[in-house]
């Protein structure tokens, strides 16, 4: 890499750094191509990111950023899992390290907010921001649903009625 390519890697590191709500860092160790190409395909269907990066060029890019506290777990052979949504990065990354030994996960950060191991699967044990948009929108309705059930017992109940005195008068 010569510095060109260095500062535009610094760069787009930042960027990733300033739009996103947490930040997983994970350390390889000797994952297989198929295997990579497997987390990587999980990462990108939960709409997270996963890059691995030089070290000394991650801790320049988080230099000014909320997630300054993650220099600490920058050593050895890292890659960054990070995503908008504050769930969706550490359930594909943890879901992951389920199936295999060759990954471990390091830490991570919920912007100032600097998570260990255990934080991180506390986090992924969460629900995710669809899940709970979901759950709200249940919430929301359920009275809605209620209130017309209730409405419409009463006619129903009358009609049932209505049925059983004409069936009298037919019999």
């Known amino acids: ?44 269907e939960a709409g997270a990111t996963y890059k691995v990066a030089k070290n000394r060029l991650a801790k320049l ?44 996960i390091v830490g991570g950060s919920m912007g100032t907010q600097v998570l260990n191991a255990a934080g991180i699967q506390a986090l992924a044990s969460m629900p995710s921001l669809d899940e709970l948009r979901a759950k709200l929108v249940g919430l929301v309705q359920a009275p809605a649903t209620k209130i017309a059930q209730l409405s419409t017992a009463p006619a129903a109940k009358l009609a049932r009625v209505f049925g059983a005195y004409a069936a009298k008068d037919a019999a």
Do not use: C, H, W
Request: proline share 2%; hydrophobic share 45%; aromatic share 4%.
């Open 1 to 44: 890499m010569d510095r060109s390519q260095k500062a535009e890697s610094v760069a787009s590191l930042n960027a990733v750094f300033n739009e996103v709500g947490v930040v997983v860092i994970t350390r390889n160790l000797g994952m297989s191509v198929k295997q990579s190409t497997a987390l990587r395909g999980k990462i990108r």
């Open 61 to 104: 890019a988080i230099k000014d950023t909320a997630y300054a506290g993650l220099d600490e777990f920058l050593t050895g052979p890292t890659a960054i899992a990070a995503s908008v949504d504050p769930v969706a990065a550490a359930k594909a990354v943890v879901d992951f390290a389920k199936t295999t030994d060759k990954i471990e």
